[in-house]
């Protein structure tokens, strides 16, 4: 079917909910995309901070097919080996004692909030226990995750919502505290917000937000959907500020591809869930954790952490050259290879240029550029890329 007709038929057939960019997309090699016109593009989106490991990874691959002609789902009524092996990797990575795997991270978002209420009843017996969520903040589009997502454009057409969400000011710990009463049951947030504009939380706020949940029982969720999994710099950003939570939600780059997301927990938290508590049809199933047991074995063999590290600091430097050298540029920041550029005029022109000249970007928050590339670029991709993000910034500077 050519370009064309692919589009039309699209938006004939499928509900409008996205703003597509006009071209279809065919296939992927390491870290470029080509469309169905044989147009080459240099990824600096990652299918929204999806493919860490670059597209068309033989080993991935080859680990997803052999599972698909071995076994691809049983229910959760009966074990298997794919789910152990990746639940293993991922306690580890986490640093946390219990997973449960979802499809998705807003699944995720949902199932966190179900386990800190369930953990809050068990202690009160009561059920109108809050939650302290974030300004600005994003979480997903289900009705649990959107009630805690700290935008009321996305969730005005849908009320009323779960009651008991309070808002703070994110990396203002005054204005949690001021929130906080007997009621409140947990504190939740992305370690570094994404969709709001990319701001990484502050030391001296994720600390006091810690504090403050230990003192005064509350559990605290951090949302690593779409900062975890290597892209920071460490497999999960809380690890550099040297906090835990007491729940943490993740997916995104965890199945490079494949839907998968999970909840994990510490064990004392985690125990709240007993069986008739959360379920899933189809989370956890093989095929989807061979895809992220495979994923932290990749993650190992090609020492992704240690190239994010690099990369991103080299990816920092290049676009704080952006900044000195275009007026239209406000501010960078960011941490590793999850990296926004502030422009003082909306993206929309600079991105539609940079896709003109063969450059994914997206978007986050209304005036920002989310650099969230494949996790195994390297510094010949960031000069290709900041090239051409010359060439679009020419275009309204």
Same mark, same amino acid.
């Given at each position: 079917?050519?370009?064309?007709?692919?589009?039309?038929?699209?938006?004939?057939?499928?509900?409008?909910?996205?703003?597509?960019?006009?071209?279809?997309?065919?296939?992927?090699?390491?870290?470029?995309?080509?469309?169905?016109?044989?147009?080459?593009?240099?990824?600096?989106?990652?299918?929204?901070?999806?493919?860490?490991?670059?597209?068309?990874?033989?080993?991935?691959?080859?680990?997803?097919?052999?599972?698909?002609?071995? $076994?691809?789902? =049983?229910? #959760?009524?009966? +074990?298997? /080996?794919?789910?152990?092996?990746?639940?293993?990797?991922?306690?580890? *990575?986490?640093?946390?004692?219990?997973?449960?795997?979802?499809?998705?991270?807003?699944?995720?978002?949902?199932?966190?909030?179900?386990?800190?209420?369930?953990?809050?009843?068990?202690?009160?017996?009561?059920?109108?226990?809050?939650?302290?969520?974030?300004?600005?903040?994003?979480?997903?589009?289900?009705?649990?995750? $959107?009630?805690? =997502?700290? #935008?009321?454009? +996305?969730? /005005?057409?849908?009320?009323?919502?779960?009651?008991?969400?309070?808002? *703070?000011?994110?990396?203002?710990?005054?204005?949690?505290e001021a929130l906080v009463t007997d009621k409140t049951c947990a504190v939740i947030f992305e370690t570094v917000q994404g969709e709001g504009g990319v701001y990484p939380a502050k030391k001296e706020f994720i600390e006091g937000v810690r504090k403050l949940c230990d003192e005064k029982g509350i559990l605290l969720i951090l949302d690593e959907i779409q900062c975890g999994m290597?892209?920071?710099?460490?497999?999960?950003?809380?690890?550099?500020?040297?906090?835990?939570?007491?729940?943490?939600?993740?997916?995104?780059?965890?199945?490079?591809?494949?839907?998968?997301?999970?909840?994990?927990?510490?064990?004392?938290?985690?125990?709240?869930?007993?069986?008739?508590?959360?379920?899933?049809?189809?989370?956890?199933?093989?095929?989807?954790?061979?895809?992220?047991?495979?994923?932290?074995?990749?993650?190992?063999?090609?020492?992704?952490?240690?190239?994010?590290?690099?990369?991103?600091?080299?990816?920092?430097?290049?676009?704080?050259?952006?900044?000195?050298?275009?007026?239209?540029?406000?501010?960078?920041?960011?941490?590793?290879?999850?990296?926004?550029?502030?422009?003082?005029?909306?993206?929309?022109?600079?991105?539609?240029?940079?896709?003109?000249?063969?450059?994914?970007?997206?978007?986050?928050?209304?005036?920002?550029?989310?650099?969230?590339?494949?996790?195994?670029?390297?510094?010949?991709?960031?000069?290709?890329?900041?090239?051409?993000?010359?060439?679009?910034?020419?275009?309204?500077?």
């Amino acid at each position: 079917m050519e370009t064309k007709k692919i589009i039309e038929t699209a938006e004939e057939k499928l509900i409008h909910t996205y703003n597509r960019y006009q071209i279809v997309l065919d296939k992927g090699d390491g870290v470029r995309l080509y469309d169905t016109d044989g147009k080459e593009y240099l990824d600096f989106g990652s299918g929204i901070a999806v493919f860490a490991l670059g597209y068309n990874n033989k080993e991935y691959n080859d680990a997803v097919k052999a599972q698909v002609d071995k $076994l691809i789902h =049983t229910s #959760n009524y009966f +074990y298997n /080996e794919p789910a152990v092996e990746a639940a293993k990797a991922l306690t580890k *990575a986490s640093g946390m004692d219990r997973v449960f795997f979802t499809n998705s991270g807003t699944e995720a978002v949902e199932g966190a909030i179900k386990l800190a209420k369930k953990y809050a009843y068990l202690k009160t017996g009561k059920a109108d226990n809050e939650i302290i969520a974030m300004e600005h903040s994003f979480h997903g589009r289900s009705m649990g995750a $959107l009630a805690v =997502t700290g #935008n009321k454009h +996305y969730q /005005e057409a849908f009320g009323p919502m779960i009651p008991g969400i309070k808002f *703070a000011k994110y990396n203002d710990l005054e204005s949690v505290e001021a929130l906080v009463t007997d009621k409140t049951c947990a504190v939740i947030f992305e370690t570094v917000q994404g969709e709001g504009g990319v701001y990484p939380a502050k030391k001296e706020f994720i600390e006091g937000v810690r504090k403050l949940c230990d003192e005064k029982g509350i559990l605290l969720i951090l949302d690593e959907i779409q900062c975890g999994m290597g892209r920071t710099g460490s497999m999960y950003a809380y690890q550099q500020y040297g906090v835990k939570p007491d729940i943490v939600t993740t997916a995104k780059a965890l199945g490079c591809g494949v839907p998968v997301g999970a909840f994990l927990a510490t064990e004392e938290v985690a125990k709240a869930l007993v069986p008739g508590d959360h379920g899933t049809t189809y989370g956890g199933n093989p095929l989807a954790c061979a895809a992220a047991a495979k994923v932290f074995e990749l993650f190992d063999k090609l020492d992704v952490l240690s190239n994010v590290q690099e990369v991103g600091a080299y990816l920092a430097e290049k676009l704080d050259e952006i900044v000195d050298d275009y007026a239209v540029a406000v501010e960078r920041r960011g941490m590793g290879l999850i990296q926004g550029l502030e422009l003082s005029v909306a993206p929309r022109d600079v991105i539609s240029n940079a896709l003109d000249n063969g450059l994914i970007l997206f978007s986050a928050g209304s005036n920002v550029i989310r650099f969230v590339p494949p996790l195994v670029i390297g510094k010949d991709d960031v000069d290709e890329m900041i090239i051409k993000l010359r060439r679009a910034l020419d275009t309204v500077n």
